[in-house]
């Protein structure tokens, strides 16, 4: 059973797109990552929120965790090729188990 | 600073065969964990542990064991290889589980035939 689902599972967009990665799950969480994976590496944190609402702003990157903290949402704006990479979230709560999500592939069309 | 060393990077097994892959983190953190990687399926998480001595199962702990005496070392154990089994698989470690990074090793590729 797989707790967190992530669509689209891939998406490939030109040069300056902007677009949403969506990270959904029934479960609560005491908190959710976005991590980024690039080919032949490990996964790689971006960033962490712990609060229902909260909204996180990395450069062109917007992470938003919903209000009953069982989804969240990652916005890039005028996306580059650097950005192209497997985007994972990952919830974790109360138990001692990180969950991850079934990754987003992103290609970046110069 | 070396975080999160696994090893071996690649690896060939014949059905039936076993073997360890080797992790170790130098961070001191308390909570290490194994995940298998395939297409389509995120990561899943195979085995964990909350500290020397403690380990636990996760989602897909069929055919592997762990044990962690260290602090340091977590090694992966594949006790009778099979094709189903082949996949990249991560160790990783963290502080604690709610909130704090996860550290990856860079992977270990194997493959069963």
């Known amino acids: 059973t797989q707790l967190l689902e992530q669509s689209p599972q891939f998406l490939s967009i030109q040069e300056g797109e902007n677009l949403t990665v969506y990270c959904n799950s029934s479960s609560v969480f005491s908190s959710l990552q976005w991590y980024r994976q690039e080919p032949g590496e490990g996964p790689v944190l971006l960033v962490t929120?712990?609060?229902?609402?909260e909204v996180k702003k990395l450069k062109r990157l917007t992470f938003q965790f919903g209000d009953a903290r069982k989804d969240s949402s990652l916005h890039i704006t005028a996306a580059q090729p650097g950005d192209t990479g497997l985007y994972l979230c990952?919830?974790?709560?109360?138990?001692?188990?990180?969950?991850f999500g079934t990754g987003t592939s992103l290609t970046v069309i110069p | 600073n070396a975080g999160v060393t696994q090893t071996p990077k690649f690896q060939v097994l014949k059905t039936g065969q076993s073997m360890t892959l080797q992790c170790a983190q130098d961070?001191?953190?308390?909570?290490m964990s194994w995940y298998r990687q395939d297409p389509g399926m995120g990561l899943r998480l195979i085995h964990y542990?909350?500290?020397?001595?403690?380990?636990d199962q996760g989602e897909v702990p069929n055919g592997y064991n762990v044990s962690r005496s260290t602090t340091e070392d977590f090694p992966l154990r594949l006790l009778s290889a099979a094709p189903s089994q082949t996949s990249v698989y991560f160790c990783?470690?963290?502080?604690?589980?709610?909130?704090?990074?996860?550290?990856f090793g860079e992977g270990s590729w194997l493959t069963v035939v």
């Open positions: 990783a470690s963290s502080y604690s589980t709610v909130g704090n990074t996860i550290y």
């Open positions: 961070m001191n953190h308390e909570y």
């Open positions: 542990s909350v500290g020397a001595g403690i380990t």
């Open positions: 990952a919830g974790s709560n109360t138990g001692n188990q990180f969950y």
């Open positions: 929120v712990v609060t229902g609402g």
